[in-house]
């Protein structure tokens, strides 16, 4: 570790925090037992505080003991205060810490400052994570035995993580990932000084991470910044002071990656941590991750690749495409324990047994035969042994069988159990409906007051929001949910059962079960997890293959995904300028992880042949223009350079198969574009992808069609769609003229959009065109990315000028799709529509008064709202507040500097 970096220190005020620990409840010292001099031995489950009371070396130690975890009913504590962040975060750490400190008398009135030191030394080799104060600042200690789990330690004191190797380490969810990842971020940031980008899978977790970092940021003195949906600036903003990490989805890592090689900054990103790495196997997501990376390992020998994940199989095909050390461990702070259920009886998994498994118990359950009917796998039997007083999760194969299978387990509930918290549960159905303008789902009414809720992609994201926090808090006991849960946000339960081996029709994978049964056992609430699968006997096995068997192997897509993967691959290359001629672009294809796996992956042809075709493809699709070099003495080589539309495409980050539809779409827009309304534009941004999966409601497309106004009909002339073809498809009559069914599609979906920006209620709009309302708010989603593509592919093409203004507006509108006067609220990440609302009403009506909100005040004031969330609320208002306010400031510095070209300058230097 530089010695430089070890002098660097970051100043963290310390607030009064209230909410209790993960788990366990520390217990203050007492004035007494604060006295200088007094050592005693470390003992296991213990904190050290030492307090530096001068600038010469005068410690005071103080113990503190853990009480043991209680399951209690308080608002915040059956998950304490859990999130994923939390789980095993640095900062979750600091907070209980914190917490603690200002508990004591003594130390209170010196809390003004606290400044992180050790981070950036050497102190992690011996056993610890410190806080390293001078004055009246506070070191805090965190022993190895209390927070930082031994295989941390070991993790980060690796001579490859000390010498800044690149690095891949793989240990079963809930394990800890988290905070080694956290720790090497802080010291990138802190202490040398350098940018981060932190990559994860979905919007939501995204979301999820910038709200616990964002109070981090403040205190320390780096940004967060988002990269997820429309959000995200390109290049990303030029900091000379504070340093950012940009936590991005993987669509927006790659954009922001792309634009900090043609800024000439990527030396400037010191790390890039990628959670979830066995996603780099998966279509085409796994593929423009596969080719971020090898960008970032070819364009910056100084930036430094951590990857994790609690799925990894033939991890050396990994390290050698990322040229990195690989750790593992099986260490879990809960043990899990599997069981197969078959009729009436329950297997313990064991590899040591001849067939997988032990016999473990009978259920012992009395079914009447009304429940034996409607409840054959016992599902109430078996979710009533844990429930109220523990949280269960249930997978199922379905959407439509996760709320089935929630009505028909609270039908067979008792009355005792619509008591269990009563009070809270009536403010959740109360808040879902001012989330939803007073509607309510009818199932969800049924089955809340039992504390049971389904959760899957059909619910809107503040729906979901609303009832994860709920089932965090304990509130709700039981979730019947979709695989996507499991990959999606963190939720753990005492007990995960899973409906059956199945993913819609597909059997279950051996990654899809582990990731499933890695949601049992909440670290510092349960001593074990345990996970039940039902099977069939008819199953039975392909089940005992799937729990012996090993993780599926991970390969690379970058070809099988042709358009999103090597060919956009190729045009950001000869784009960037990384690679322009055959050579070039053949050597950097033998570094990526397809090159790594080409002998596995190729039968056929060559990785040459695949290169000279995918360049030849370009070529004739008019998005890359060849060059021939003359040699004297040697054969004609050639180079390629990109055209305007291939730049369009590629800065725009527009899927090749649908470029040239987009520009001829656009072109012949700019022959009529229809401005009296919205339509005209939003069909233009409405995603080609989602469309051609879109089968519409002829009677409902005829209803829309018919209330249109003489401008939108306009429109859909334009786009050759006619009433009398949408009434002939209506009613079943034969149609001789052909239209375009992917223009008749996203004429349709564009309908829906229109409807919604003008309505601004989903619930409506998911009533009107019999659409479930989670699919809608995906389609808003999509649209709002793709309206944002389109304005980057419209800003490199002059004659698309008039569309860039439009757009930019039109972004905004489908991103947070409310009132105009909510929108400020909205744009601090995690604040969604309803909460905006309240946030409004209550007087906070923009980003400066959110910034400046009091947690305490905001918790009387907003229902349903936990200070845990306040607190994070808060901190990302005032980071987003911070970030806007910094980008002024440096414009304004910009604008006042004198250039470097002066001429009085030049002549002076000249003169010299």
Known sequence: MDEGGARIRRRVRVRQRSRPGLGSVFAAPTAAELEPGDEEEEEEGELKETVVGSRREKTVEVEVEVEPAQNNDSEEDMFGDYD?????????????????????????????????????????????????TVGNFTELKVDEHTKNQKWQHTCLTLNSVQERKNLIYSLPTSGGKTLVAEILMLQELLCRRRDVLMILPYVAIVQEKISGLSSFGIELGFFVEEYAGSKGKFPPIKRRGKKSLYIATIEKGNSLVNSLIETGRISSLGLV????????????????LEMTLAKVLYTSKT???????????????????????????????????????????????DSKAENGMTFSRLLNCQYSDTLKKMDPDHLVALATEVIPNHSCLVFCPTKKNCENVAEMICRFL??????????????????????SSGNLCPILKRTIPFGVAYHHSGLTSDERKLLEEAYSTGVLCLFTCTSTLAAGVNLPARRVILRAPYVAKEFLKRNQ???????????????????????????????????????????????????????????????????????????????????????????????????IESLRY???KGLLQKDTIDKPKEEIQYSFHITKLGRASFKGTIDLAYCNILYRDLKKGLEGLVLESLLHLIYLTTPYDMASCCDPDWMIYFRQFSQLSPAEQNVAALLGVSENFIGKKASGQPIKKKVDKDIVNRLYLSFVLYTLLKETNIWSVSEKFNMPRGYIQSL???????????????EELEEFWVYRALLVELTKKLTYCVKAELIPLMEVTGVLEGRAKQLY????????????????????????????????????????????????????????????????????????
């Open 303 to 349: 930036t430094q690749i951590i990857g994790m994940s609690a799925t990894l199989t033939n991890v050396e095909d990994l390290q050698k495409f990322l040229q990195a050390e690989y750790y593992t461990s099986q260490f879990r702070p809960v043990e899990l324990k599997e069981y197969l259920k078959i009729n009436d009886a329950i297997y313990e998994v």
């Open 414 to 435: 008792s009355k005792q159990y619509l008591k269990h918290r009563e009070k809270e549960k009536h403010e959740v159905i109360k808040n879902l409906k001012n989330i």
């Open 273 to 288: 941590v990628v959670d979830e790495l066995h996603m780099i196997g998966e279509g085409s997501r796994g593929a423009i």
């Open 513 to 611: 079960y582990k990731q499933m049964i890695g949601r049992a056992g909440r670290a510092g609430i349960d001593s074990i997890g345990e996970s039940i699968l039902i099977l069939q006997e008819k199953d039975k096995q392909q089940v005992l293959e799937l729990i012996s068997r090993p993780l599926e192997n991970c390969y690379s897509h970058l070809v099988q995904e042709f358009t999103k993967g090597i060919q956009t691959l190729f045009l950001s290359l000869i784009g960037l300028k990384i690679a322009t001629n055959l050579d070039d672009i053949y050597h950097f294809m033998c570094g990526t992880f397809f090159g790594v796996q080409q002998k596995i992956l190729l039968q056929e042809k060559s990785l040459w042949d695949i290169t």
């Open 618 to 620: 370009l070529t004739e």
């Open 841 to 912: 009403n209550a007087g906070y009506k923009s980003l400066t008064h959110l910034a400046n909100a009091n947690p305490e005040v905001l918790i009387r004031t907003i229902d349903h709202l936990s200070r845990h969330q306040a607190k994070q609320m808060v901190s990302s208002a005032k980071m987003l507040l911070h970030e806007k306010a910094e980008a002024l400031q440096e414009e304004v510095e910009e604008l006042l500097r004198l250039p470097s070209d002066f001429p009085s300058i030049a002549a002076s230097s000249e003169k010299a």
């Open 84 to 132: 994923s962040f939390a789980e095993n975060s640095f900062l979750a750490q600091v907070d209980d810490l914190e917490q603690q400190y200002m508990q004591v008398p003594q130390l209170r009135k010196h809390a003004s400052d606290l400044t992180i030191k050790d981070l950036c030394s050497g102190s992690i080799k011996h056993n610890k994570l410190s806080i390293t």
């Open 780 to 794: 808003l989603t999509g649209a709002a990315s793709f309206s944002s593509c389109v304005l980057h592919f419209c």
